[in-house]
């Protein structure tokens, strides 16, 4: 059963802007915090910014903090990242994931239980 599906992903030039959707089923829409992830050539997994539900509590790594923005839509199951100023070492498959993560552990991915399949983001210099 798919939990989680993410769209939004491309090909955009250094600067530009691109969004992208996570959509939240079964058991991973009543997770208590959304997150995302992104992983580059050659790297770790590594965090990139997560929020809770009902709290309104978000973090952010500090590579994207002031450039990109987690937001929720409840009604819809839905989690956005709206990414602007897009630099080409934010090239990466992104990934949303879900579960029931304490304030202090946002950014441990062992702690999420959902993960989407991924979509690759390219930005180009």
């Known amino acids: 059963q798919v939990q989680l599906v993410e769209s939004g992903g491309g090909l955009v030039q250094a600067g530009g802007s691109l969004r992208l959707s996570c959509v939240a089923s079964?058991?991973?829409?009543?997770?208590?915090?959304m997150g995302w992830f992104r992983q580059a050539p050659g790297k770790e997994r590594e965090f990139v910014t997560a929020?809770?539900?009902?709290?309104?509590?978000?973090y952010y790594s500090d590579s994207v903090k002031g450039r990109f923005t987690i937001s929720r839509d409840n009604a819809k199951s839905t989690v956005y990242l709206q990414m602007n100023s897009l630099k080409p070492e934010d090239t990466a498959v992104y990934y949303c994931?879900?579960?029931?993560?304490?304030?202090?552990?946002?950014?441990?991915?062992?702690?999420?239980?959902?993960w989407g399949q991924g979509t690759q983001v390219t930005v180009s210099s």
């Open positions: 929020t809770s539900w009902s709290g309104g509590i978000t």
């Open positions: 079964g058991r991973a829409r009543s997770a208590s915090v």
């Open positions: 994931a879900a579960g029931w993560v304490s304030s202090s552990s946002f950014q441990v991915q062992k702690r999420y239980d959902y």
